[in-house]
């Protein structure tokens, strides 16, 4: 058994914990299936994953690139999409090694627009300054927008405020009436993001399930703990420890605070280096 921990954008470290059957206590039934609703705002859940995936992107700092694409008026998301399609396909032509996400947001009109987030290998810094103009004039030529309309792009200085601000939730993330029963995913990827650094810890079944069984009243206080937090609004999604602790010691701790199966992320007392 193994538990990951893995590096991140926002200087917190993402700890996955392995699945222990045993260790689960089945209290509620499976809930039904659905039918599928319609889409009226990005929802928290949607925008936890979203985040977990920019947080755990390796992007370069020097060869990064913030992108916003704008739609004509009344465009649907559905039609947007495909659009945004036609254009993603010419940019993984051009620029192959490219990787990034993008996300979904509408103005006080309705009208859309795309936020990036886009990455180049540290080696290709002038591909990227290069390819900014570029991407700008091929999206004006498929939206049909003026140049100076259609798009605006630069390099990224402050990464982590460029991924916090293109994941946030706000007015403009609550979907127009008129288009709640064509609405696509709020986010999406762009070729194959490498991810940082991350360590895996082996642990037996006999440790962790010792180790939760010990300390069960622990990890039912940290979820109530959690969810009054959530009910105020405050994000208690990690726990200061100190990383100096020894692998398997490490991983013990992590067990005996954590449910099953679960993924929490860690503070670790100095920052991680190398990105801002």
Known sequence: MKIVIQQTNNQLLDVLLPACPEARKIRNPAPMIRPVQQIHRFSEKAQRRFRDKLWRTDFPNESTAALTLNFPPNLGPKDAKALYQKWARKLRLEYPSSFGF??????????????????????????????????????????????????????????????????????????????????????????????????????????????????????????????????????????????????????LFLARIRSDGDKMQIKPPNPIQGKS
């Open 102 to 251: 993008y996300s979904i947001e509408f103005k006080r009109g309705g009208s859309i627009h795309y936020h990036l987030v886009l990455g180049f290998p540290l080696k290709e810094v002038d591909t990227m300054i290069a390819a900014i103009p570029r991407l700008g004039e091929s999206w004006a030529i498929l939206s049909h927008l003026a140049v100076e309309k259609a798009s605006h792009g630069k390099p990224v200085r402050k990464l982590r405020s460029w991924l916090k601000y293109i994941s946030k939730i706000d007015e403009q993330r609550v979907v127009p009436p008129l288009f709640r029963n064509s609405m696509t995913r709020f986010w999406g990827q762009i070729g194959d993001p490498p991810l940082l650094p991350h360590q895996e810890i082996e642990i037996s079944k006999d440790q962790l399930l010792q180790s939760r069984t010990e300390i069960a009243p622990i990890v039912e206080n940290q979820k109530k703990r959690r969810s009054r937090a959530y009910a105020q609004g405050i994000r208690c999604s990690w726990l200061p420890i100190n990383i100096k602790l020894l692998p398997v010691e490490l991983a």
